[in-house]
């Protein structure tokens, strides 16, 4: 979790780019239903799917910068202190093959009169091929001046995040008309029920004029009969209408993320009892009225540029690569720039094929 709070950190301008992008699916209702544009909102911020289409999208532009990134030239610092005990040793015997011919000379000094001159306990030398104490400090440059690959790549990289962005486009679209389509569904529902409920009480009203016209003979059982049979039919499908409201209002729940659909607020119906009709919808099927524009079809070409990069990636690995190395720094015992002077610089072309 840390780490995605981190990215969201790291880049807020892509996710800025993505609201923006989503705004006019949020935004597709006239001014006068304010409802249900509140509730698209409410979708789009609480459905898992469209969470994990954004962090996909956020995941992919990082990945796209860091490919971005490699064309760039890297400055470094590297420091190193060393302390060693013992290995290897260079070995040179100058007390074996000098002793000897001092003792020589001096001989040969001596037999002349002259003292010896040459000393003659020269001790082997053993010098270790590290030193007990060094360090190295230095700044490195490294910078491709000619890499295929990274174009590739960096094509491609792109390309996965504009499907990213075409994919976060398509579920946007289809949650909106999902939301939709539940929102009106369940308004529809309600007025339905509203509807059989003004029926069941006209009903029960011309049950209880049936009854008053038997008893005053104006009218024969039968009358109150069908009555009663017309009402309880109307009860039957005001169970099944009340179910149906139920399901509908727990489908638009769900859709926004909600546990409970009592907070659901529905359009009124009409003062007819009909029930109020669904806004015309110039969202993103209006502005998608041409093949081109569809996100689907833009997934589908962004992932075909993406493939065509990765074959282009392919074959540059086999072209060579130039890239330039350049150090500098000191080296030496100590810590200390003396008069011994103990920095270095180097520069070099590396050639990768």
Same mark, same amino acid.
């Given at each position: 979790?840390?780490?995605?709070? #981190?990215?969201?950190?790291?880049?807020?301008?892509?996710?800025?780019?993505?609201?923006?992008? +989503? /705004?006019?699916?949020?935004?597709?209702?006239?001014?006068?239903?304010?409802?249900?544009?509140?509730?698209?909102?409410?979708?789009?911020?609480?459905?898992?799917?469209?969470?994990?289409?954004?962090?996909?999208?956020?995941?992919?532009?990082?990945?796209?910068?860091?490919?971005?990134?490699?064309?760039?030239?890297?400055?470094?610092?590297?420091?190193?202190?060393?302390?060693?005990? =013992?290995?290897?040793?260079?070995?040179?015997?100058?007390?074996?093959?000098?002793?000897?011919?001092?003792?020589?000379?001096?001989?040969?000094?001596?037999?002349?009169?002259?003292?010896?001159?040459?000393?003659?306990?020269?001790?082997?030398?053993?010098?270790?091929?590290?030193?007990?104490?060094?360090?190295?400090?230095?700044?490195?440059?490294? /910078?491709?001046?000619?890499?295929?690959?990274?174009?590739?790549?960096?094509?491609?990289?792109?390309?996965?995040?504009? /499907?990213?962005?075409?994919?976060?486009?398509?579920?946007?679209?289809?949650?909106?008309?999902?939301?939709?389509?539940?929102?009106?569904?369940?308004?529809?529902?309600?007025?339905?029920?509203?509807?059989?409920?003004?029926?069941?009480?006209?009903?029960?009203?011309?049950?209880?004029?049936?009854?008053?016209?038997?008893?005053?003979?104006t009218a024969t059982h039968?009358?109150?009969?069908?009555?009663?049979?017309?009402?309880?039919?109307?009860?039957?499908?005001?169970?099944?209408?009340?179910?149906?409201?139920?399901?509908?209002?727990?489908?638009?729940?769900?859709?926004?993320?909600?546990?409970?659909?009592?907070?659901?607020?529905?359009?009124?119906?009409?003062?007819?009892?009909?029930?109020?009709?669904a806004p015309a919808d110039?969202?993103?099927?209006?502005?998608?009225?041409?093949?081109?524009?569809?996100?689907?079809?833009?997934?589908?070409?962004?992932?075909? #540029?993406?493939?065509?990069?990765?074959v282009d990636a392919g074959?540059?690995?086999?072209?060579?690569?130039?890239? +330039?190395?350049?150090?500098?720094?000191?080296? =030496?015992?100590?810590?200390?720039?003396?008069?011994?002077?103990?920095?270095?610089?180097?520069?070099?072309?590396?050639?990768?094929?």
């Amino acid at each position: 979790m840390s780490g995605t709070r #981190a990215a969201r950190r790291r880049s807020p301008s892509l996710i800025a780019c993505a609201l923006i992008a +989503l /705004a006019p699916y949020a935004a597709a209702q006239p001014a006068d239903d304010q409802r249900l544009d509140a509730y698209v909102r409410e979708a789009l911020r609480s459905n898992p799917v469209m969470d994990a289409g954004m962090q996909a999208l956020l995941a992919s532009d990082l990945e796209a910068r860091a490919t971005r990134a490699r064309r760039l030239p890297a400055l470094g610092l590297e420091a190193r202190y060393t302390r060693a005990t =013992g290995g290897r040793t260079i070995d040179f015997p100058a007390g074996q093959l000098f002793n000897p011919i001092h003792e020589t000379l001096n001989r040969l000094l001596e037999e002349r009169g002259e003292p010896a001159m040459f000393p003659t306990d020269l001790r082997d030398i053993e010098e270790p091929l590290l030193r007990p104490r060094e360090q190295e400090t230095k700044l490195t440059l490294r /910078a491709p001046l000619y890499a295929p690959e990274i174009g590739a790549a960096i094509a491609a990289r792109a390309a996965a995040t504009d /499907a990213a962005r075409a994919g976060l486009e398509v579920t946007a679209r289809t949650l909106v008309r999902e939301v939709k389509r539940a929102y009106f569904g369940a308004a529809r529902a309600d007025a339905a029920e509203g509807i059989l409920e003004a029926s069941r009480d006209l009903l029960a009203e011309d049950l209880r004029i049936a009854k008053v016209m038997e008893r005053e003979g104006t009218a024969t059982h039968d009358r109150v009969l069908r009555a009663r049979a017309e009402m309880l039919a109307v009860e039957q499908r005001l169970d099944a209408a009340r179910a149906g409201t139920r399901q509908a209002r727990r489908q638009l729940a769900r859709l926004l993320g909600r546990d409970d659909a009592a907070g659901l607020v529905l359009p009124e119906a009409e003062p007819d009892g009909t029930p109020a009709p669904a806004p015309a919808d110039p969202g993103p099927d209006a502005e998608a009225d041409t093949v081109s524009s569809r996100p689907e079809l833009a997934r589908l070409d962004a992932a075909i #540029a993406g493939a065509e990069a990765q074959v282009d990636a392919g074959q540059a690995r086999r072209l060579p690569e130039l890239s +330039l190395a350049a150090d500098y720094g000191i080296q =030496g015992a100590d810590y200390a720039v003396d008069s011994s002077d103990d920095s270095f610089g180097t520069v070099s072309l590396v050639l990768r094929w």
